[in-house]
């Protein structure tokens, strides 16, 4: 997350960070493939999740029913929207990738392999300007109970490829104001 200060100022503990980037989509292998319509940044945002949980894992993956996600990104699930207009003319579509396209799709797969089960939102739309309300959010979900945890990611995307960044927030309610 390029602001940390952003979720320190909501009074949030980062326990764990992970980054993943591809410079394609189209050519991006993900290591497991067990979800065969998932769009491909969906693999990208796991690879990210799954190192910025590496270090509490357990602790993590044993909260699961209260571990909430936040993703940001203007693009989320373009390639697969794509892949569906080009396959119209040829009449063989499975029903199957439509619901791989919906943009909230991008953090299905952190959901069934880890099996997280709390809060989620995806905001479509560039993730710079929205990374303070991300950390209210986060903020308001760890204050009510409804989470121990939140996973915020942003996506961006640039002449490089694709940039996806997780971080893992807690509560830091003893230096709260």
């Known amino acids: 997350m390029k602001n940390v200060e952003t979720l320190t100022a909501q009074h949030l503990d980062i326990v764990g960070q992970g980054e993943a980037n591809t410079a394609d989509l189209s050519t991006y292998k993900p290591a497991q493939k067990a979800s065969l319509y998932a769009d491909p ?31 940001i990104s203007d693009h989320c699930t373009l390639k697969t929207i794509h892949d569906i207009t080009a396959t119209l003319s040829s009449g063989h579509l499975s029903p199957l990738r439509f619901s791989g396209a919906c943009p909230g ?52 995307m640039d002449a490089s490829g694709h940039h996806i960044s997780s971080v893992v927030v807690t509560n830091n309610r003893g230096q709260r104001e």
């Open 41 to 71: 940044l969906s693999w990208l945002v796991l690879e990210a999740v799954e190192q910025a949980i590496a270090e509490h894992r357990d602790a993590i993956v044993s909260a699961s029913a209260s571990v909430g996600h936040i993703a």
């Open 105 to 156: 799709m991008i953090i299905s797969l952190p959901a069934q392999f880890l099996h997280f089960n709390g809060p989620s939102i995806v905001w479509s739309m560039p993730p710079d300007n929205v990374q303070p309300y991300a950390a209210a959010l986060a903020r308001i979900w760890l204050d009510e109970g409804s989470t121990t945890h939140v996973i915020i990611t942003l996506h961006h």
